[in-house]
């Protein structure tokens, strides 16, 4: 949202969430709803009032959450799905949606081709091989113009983590902050690609940006960042802050992060739209840290 804003202005977003509006100290957001994605009633009219033309939904239930509800998470990550996508048909709006590596499985090798064997292990990766699927037939069958990206794990400072298996990864920065010691929940070894949100903010956006001739994947692209393990992460965070300590006690993400692959190749999104990550582990740490500093510790 604070993105959009800067490019196109806030008078021109609509937030909708099924909460009350998110903090946004970057910007004033003027227009808010507050909606169910699985009810198409109240979709259909936030999009008919505002006249939307682009929607980036991003409502879904994350991996480690979906394990312990995974009938909500089909409902919502598919109901809501298909609802926006029926809607985009009918009023002609371009629509980003994010996939996951989470669509990959143990038969992926390490270093994920595009065109790979597909079989997740959990409820939220079966939704995001679903939406794919969906994504492309709604673009080959209706013309919809629909985008989406593989991310890797999202590490940001601005929010908390919201039940992915990937969220160690955002947890530790927080507790290496506030606390000085952390509690892994994978083993040190654990290998998996990760994404720090500016980049990921700038994927999504070159990708919608760039010409619809030269988009060629229709369910969705790799994108690839930075791949480090748990131990590698602790280290570096450990540079910048003297005496932090970590240890580990793996617990039921474990397996779900076994299933995932280390890395993965994004040859495609590189050849079609430009895709370049700005950010390498030692950078990202450094800037996750001096922005947590600044929003955890109060000041005099």
């Known amino acids: 949202i604070e993105e959009l804003a800067r490019r196109h202005g806030p008078d021109r977003l609509v937030g909708l969430d099924l909460g009350a509006a ?23 009219d936030v999009v008919e ?12 239930l994350l991996s480690a959450t979906g394990e312990k509800q995974p ?3 089909w409902d919502v990550n598919m109901t809501g799905l298909k609802h926006v996508l029926d809607l985009a048909k009918l009023h002609r709006m371009k629509v980003f949606w994010p996939s996951s590596i989470a669509v990959f499985g143990p038969a992926t090798r390490k270093r994920a081709p595009q065109h790979a064997v597909l079989d997740p292990t959990t ?8 939406g794919e699927l969906l994504c492309r037939y709604y673009c080959h069958r209706f013309g919809v113009d629909v985008r989406s990206l593989r991310f890797p794990g999202i590490i940001s400072y ?22 000085g010691a952390y509690t892994c929940f994978v083993r040190p070894e654990t290998r998996l690609p990760m994404m720090y949100m500016p980049d990921a903010v700038k994927a999504t956006l070159d990708l919608m940006d760039a010409p619809s001739e030269a988009i060629t994947v229709r369910t969705s692209y790799n994108v690839d ?12 965070i450990a540079r910048h802050e ?8 793996p617990d039921h993400r474990q397996q779900i992060a076994d299933s995932w692959p280390s890395e993965l190749d994004d040859t495609a999104a590189r050849d079609d ?20 500093r600044q929003k955890l510790i109060p000041s005099d």
């Not at 409820?123 to 679903?130: A, E």
């Not at 929010?159 to 606390?179: K, Q």
């Not at 739209?273 to 947590?292: I, K, S």
Request: hydrophobic share 40%.
């Open 71 to 73: 009938d909500l998470a």
């Open 225 to 236: 960042a930075v791949s480090f393990t748990a131990e590698e992460l602790a280290e570096e």
């Open 123 to 130: 409820m939220y990766g079966v939704t995001k091989v679903s």
């Open 242 to 249: 003297p005496g932090f300590t970590c240890r580990y006690a």
């Open 22 to 44: 998110p903090p946004l100290p970057e910007v004033f957001l003027p227009y808010y709803e507050r909606a169910d994605v699985r009810d198409l009633a109240a979709l259909r």
């Open 158 to 179: 601005k929010t908390r983590p919201g039940g992915g298996t990937t969220d160690y990864a955002v947890e530790i920065f927080y507790a290496a902050v506030e606390d």
């Open 273 to 292: 739209w430009g895709w370049q990550p700005a950010y390498d582990l030692p950078t990202l740490a450094e800037d996750m840290l001096v922005n947590l």
């Open 49 to 60: 009032r505002y006249r939307i033309d682009t929607v980036y939904h991003l409502a879904s």
